[in-house]
């Protein structure tokens, strides 16, 4: 089925008795660039850096690549990986807390307590982005994302993950939701948030600087996406533990992009 | 190489007095953790010994008390140097309703071969005002630093506020266009509003932004400046700057339901 | 497919909301003074909003908030990241996303125009974002065009040739477009206009009027088509 069988979710990739080809077509379908899921218009922060020429040729870009997904890439990874989980697994493990009131049992309660988390879960994306221009793009991203996978793939957490945070979640949650409706592990949301945390600037920078497709995608091969992944992986935090890599930078970056009278990108 | 490895722990508590006025309740240093005051609710961190040294495992614990305001700083900046193993730096902080804190030391230099390891933690009530800065230098002059690895959480009510991890030493960050650029220091200071955590989306709060620097209106009822720079001076420059557009912010009529304690001439 | 057709009907919200109408054509055709001039001549009439795909930045929509022909607060501009047959064809997403804001905001409404960045010949409109298209040329690309068609061309709803008052400037016989224009297209409906001269705008207005009156007949009655 779709590996939340009893004994709980697939948290870390293929649980025993499971195909080695479990949640692999939703992985490829959700880390696809061609997505209809607004994320082309994104270049997360390379056009800017393209503008003031901090990106100017392929080693440039891949010192900003290695940076981002050491960074919004490690974050978005751990909270992509924590979105799934939750989406596996409603009993949300941060919200059985002393302090919480999630003492009901399993019934009404449910769908709140849901939303509860999410929106929990959300503001800790949202304490983890200083950049009031990166939450906007990053929210704007994960609403077009919820909007899209809830047409490609039904799925009650996304449903309430949409009800619970209106105005967007933010791209990462809302993508370890798609990757759970998708048939996705844990671990395969993890994987596409860190690949779509650079993709997304590599293409930007080929279109605006001209650059090698070839050469730009032998420098996407060589990121290290999967020890990233591995590592969040093998941390398994709580929420209020997961890593918060911050890139000066980035911010900057990003709002002085807001601030540009030729954009091309939304961000 | 077989110097004893330090650990220290040094405390500081306000309260009330009679008369309603701040008081340090408690002040206990811990060399070379060694604390001084030098006005009324203001203390100074005097460092005694060279460090923090790899091995050493340094914290202070900072209790800000209801109704009382405490401003700290420092004498001199922190050069954090190499050792056996790891050192560490922890801060926890606890800032009661109606308190107040200014943190506002000297940076942490990173030394050559250092290992360090920095947390801070900062628990604030709902109507708690937080000015925090705090500058990373990346090595003495002409120097490449060592490693770093710092986490500021900063929560709000119990609600994350602002939550950062910086590392400094590492070939995946170091140089990168999206971390640092070019810079050889990074800083940030936290100034947090008073207003409740109701509505935070809804909060119209323009960010802005300069060479090297942006202020950053948060999600929650906070501002992070943030700022890169060449030199310390070039920084604390910038971060001033930042800070000044925040309590400018502040003192507009339309800002003036939001408000900013503390007023920004006790800002440091 | 008739599947994508059966899905575009059954897209969320696809009853009871206003009718979507496409505007594309390459950059420099008119597309722009085209949606300024529907506005102005169906404004008084009709409920509308619009979004524009700029190429740069926000231009498109800035020249129709100067152009004081509509609520500024009704148009709102999409990035299409270099991409504009992207944003209107492959991932609609930020468009739909900007209708849809659109009609929360300021719903209901009769008519939404997607004004489409400028781009080539081969750029048209996906069924999941606009239910109908007007495609617009001007003559200065040739009398050619027509012939060598394209999915604009071929397709769209109407095709709108432009800039007729610079047609004996640039050697270009109407004659031949209308006569080509009419071959590729089966029966479907061209005007010719110069909207700079404020001629042929006002049966473009009522082509549109048209179709959003059929539009509105259609879907406030069960599911016919």
């Not at chain 3, 008739?2 to 009871?16: E, R």
Request: hydrophobic share 40%; charged share 20%.
């Amino acid at each position: 089925m779709d590996g939340t069988a009893a004994g709980g979710p697939a948290v870390n990739g293929a649980a025993p008795g499971m195909p080695p080809t479990h949640g692999l077509a939703g992985l490829l379908l959700l880390a696809d660039s061609r997505l209809p899921a607004g994320g082309h218009a994104h270049s997360g922060g390379a056009e800017e850096a393209c503008r003031t020429g901090a990106i100017s040729g392929p080693e440039d870009l891949a010192r900003f690549l290695r940076g981002r997904l050491a960074t919004a890439g490690r974050v978005a990874a751990a909270l992509a990986w924590s979105a799934c989980v939750a989406a596996h697994d409603p009993k949300f493990p941060d919200m059985r807390r002393p302090n919480s009131h999630n003492t009901a049992p399993d019934g009404h309660a449910h769908a709140a307590d849901a939303a509860t988390a999410w929106r929990l879960l959300d503001a800790e994306a949202d304490a983890r982005i200083a950049s009031p221009a990166q939450r906007l793009a990053s929210r704007t991203q994960g609403r077009l994302l919820v909007r899209t996978a809830k047409r490609v793939w039904p799925s009650t957490a996304l449903g309430t993950l949409a009800g619970a945070v209106p105005d967007g979640a933010h791209h990462p949650i809302a993508l370890g939701a798609a990757a759970q409706a998708a048939g996705c592990t844990p671990a395969q949301a993890a994987m596409a948030a860190a690949y779509t945390s650079v993709t997304g600037a590599a293409t930007a920078a080929v279109r605006l600087l001209g650059l090698d497709p070839v050469t730009v995608h032998r420098v996407l091969a060589e990121l290290p996406l999967a020890d990233l992944t591995d590592s969040v992986i093998a941390e398994q935090h709580d929420w209020s533990a997961l890593p918060a890599h911050a890139a000066p930078a980035l911010d900057l970056l990003a709002e002085q992009h807001l601030r540009t009278e030729v954009r091309l990108f939304v961000s | 190489m077989t110097k004893a490895l330090v650990r220290a722990r040094a405390i500081l508590r306000t309260g009330l007095d009679d008369r309603g006025l701040t008081r340090i309740e408690t002040m206990r240093s811990d060399p070379p953790l060694t604390l001084r005051q030098t006005a009324p609710g203001e203390i100074h961190l005097v460092s005694t010994g060279a460090g923090p040294l790899g091995g050493d495992h340094l914290r202070l614990d900072i209790e800000v008390a209801e109704g009382t305001s405490l401003t700290v700083r420092s004498i001199a900046s922190t050069l954090v140097l190499p050792g056996t193993g790891r050192s560490l730096m922890e801060i926890h902080v606890d800032v009661a309703s109606g308190a107040t804190l200014v943190f506002a030391p000297e940076p942490t230099v990173l030394a050559a071969g250092c290992d360090h390891r920095m947390t801070t933690t900062i628990a604030l009530a709902p109507d708690a005002s937080l000015f925090w800065r705090e500058e990373i230098v990346f090595g003495r002059h002409g120097e490449r630093p060592g490693r770093c690895h710092s986490r500021f959480d900063a929560t709000v009510g119990g609600r994350p506020l602002l939550r950062q991890e910086f590392v400094v030493g590492d070939p995946e960050s170091d140089g990168s266009p999206a971390v640092f650029g070019t810079a050889r220091c990074v800083g940030s200071t936290l100034i947090t509003t008073e207003t409740p955590a109701d509505e935070p989306k809804s909060d119209p709060r323009e960010a802005e932004v300069a060479e090297g620097v942006a202020v950053l209106p948060l999600a929650g009822p906070g501002t992070l400046v943030s700022a890169l720079a060449a030199d310390a001076v070039e920084l604390r420059a910038r971060l001033s700057w930042g800070e000044s557009r925040v309590s400018i912010q502040a003192d507009s009529p339309a800002r003036a339901t939001v408000g900013l304690r503390p007023p920004a001439s006790r800002f440091p | 497919m008739s599947a994508n057709h059966d899905d575009h009907h059954d897209a969320p919200d696809g009853h009871g909301r206003a009718l979507r109408l496409g505007i594309g054509g390459p950059v420099g055709s008119g597309k722009t003074a085209l949606t300024a001039a529907l506005c102005r001549s169906l404004g008084p009439s009709l409920r509308l909003g619009v979004v524009t795909n700029d190429i740069y930045t926000t231009e498109d929509a800035d020249f129709l908030r100067r152009a004081g022909v509509i609520d500024p607060d009704r148009i709102m501009a999409v990035q299409t990241g270099c991409c504009p047959h992207t944003a209107i064809r492959d991932d609609i997403a930020a468009n739909v996303d900007a209708v849809e804001t659109l009609e929360e905001r300021f719903g209901p409404l009769d008519l939404v125009i997607v004004e489409s960045g400028g781009d080539n010949l081969t750029a048209t409109f996906s069924r999941g974002l606009a239910d109908r298209q007007i495609f617009v040329l001007d003559v200065s690309g040739g009398d050619k065009v027509p012939r060598k068609g394209g999915p604009g061309v071929t397709s769209a709803d109407l095709l709108v040739v432009n800039k007729t008052d610079l047609a004996p400037m640039v050697g270009a016989d109407l004659t031949v477009m209308s006569r080509d224009a009419a071959a590729v297209r089966e029966g479907k409906p061209v005007l010719f206009t110069s909207i700079r001269e404020d001629r042929g705008a006002h049966s473009v207005a009522e082509w549109v009027a048209g179709i959003v009156e059929s539009w509105r007949h259609q879907h406030s009655h069960s599911h016919l088509s």
